[in-house]
């Protein structure tokens, strides 16, 4: 909470708050051993409470004075434009006995170079967060709030027609699971060469070479062999492996991968990066 006073990791305990039915006030309050009685009435804020330092926390504010954010944005800075610009983003599932609330007021700045990372418990919305800026939600059930600006595209207003370049050449995922990026009947190597073609037009030889390339630079042992194989001859790191090289195939601007890493991943050249992973892996990106 206060990297000031901050000596360990405070966990907390027992289960999310229920989205469905959060608690009154902050929702952490049944949890927190910090909570005071004004925490269960009272919903904090996001705030400002040092350089590059913004906390939702009442006791928080309380001790080290509170400057409300009226966008979410840190002061004094000549960035340049941001490429992800993420305001109030809300995302409700519809469906059930009563809406889910997934994601309550995200604000998100995203600028050439950096990298975002997006931590929480398990359940939090750190997913449905990204695949809400991916538009990868199910259209029916899942109502996106708020705006939504990948690199100069409103998101929530993109076309059927425009979603399919922009996946890809303007953001990619790089799922939790590789099972929900490749495709267990394609070779590894087609599935990269065709988007790329699909997406860039080029010769399928410069497509191909472009997949041995990404494989050579995610580290996959005889890369070359390895294109040829379907992803369930692949080991599970070769696998996700395999999945970071098919979402940097486009070199898309924003890259999102929706867990940590593997340690040995060579770092994401995409101009910028937005990770997320559970607060109790006890580091964010190594
Ligand atoms: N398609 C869906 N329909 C209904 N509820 C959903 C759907 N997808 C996610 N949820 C709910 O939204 C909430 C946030 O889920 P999300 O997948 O974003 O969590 P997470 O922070 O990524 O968790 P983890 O760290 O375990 O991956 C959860 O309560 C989850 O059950
Ligand atoms: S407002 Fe801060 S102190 Fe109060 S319950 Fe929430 S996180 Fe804990
Ligand atoms: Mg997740």
Do not use: W
């Amino acid at each position: 909470m206060d990297p000031d006073r901050r000596t360990t990791e405070a966990p907390l305990f027992g289960d999310p708050p229920n989205p469905i039915d959060p608690p009154s006030g902050c929702r952490f309050h049944t949890r927190c051993k910090f909570a005071a009685p004004v925490c269960s009435a009272t919903a904090p804020v996001l705030a400002e409470i040092g350089p590059a330092h913004r906390v939702a926390c009442l006791m928080a504010c309380r001790t080290r004075g509170i400057r409300r954010l009226g966008r979410g944005r840190m002061s004094g800075t000549s960035a340049p434009t941001p490429i992800v610009d993420v305001e109030n983003l809300t995302v409700d599932f519809h469906g059930g006995p009563k809406p889910l609330r997934a994601v309550a007021g995200v604000d998100l700045t995203l600028r050439p170079g950096e990298v975002l990372a997006l931590l929480g418990e398990s359940g939090s919305g750190k997913s449905v967060t990204l695949r809400a800026l991916m538009r990868l939600l199910p259209e029916r059930r899942a109502v996106i709030g708020g705006n939504v600006t990948v690199d100069g595209h409103d998101v929530r207003a993109l076309s059927r027609r425009d979603l399919t370049a922009y996946r890809g050449r303007t953001i990619a995922m790089i799922f939790q699971e590789p099972g929900l990026a490749l495709d267990p009947v394609y070779r590894v190597g087609d599935q990269i060469t065709e988007a790329v073609i699909r997406h860039e037009g080029i010769s399928r030889s410069a497509a191909r070479d472009r997949a041995l390339k990404l494989f050579e630079r995610v580290r996959i042992p005889s890369a070359a062999k390895r294109l040829d194989n379907y992803a369930h001859e692949m080991s599970g790191g070769m696998r996700q492996r395999a999945m970071i090289a098919l979402a940097l195939a486009c070199r898309p601007r924003c890259c999102s991968p929706t867990s940590r890493p593997p340690r040995s991943t060579p770092p994401c050249r995409s101009r910028c990066c937005c990770c997320c992973a559970n607060c109790s892996a006890s580091s964010a990106l190594r």
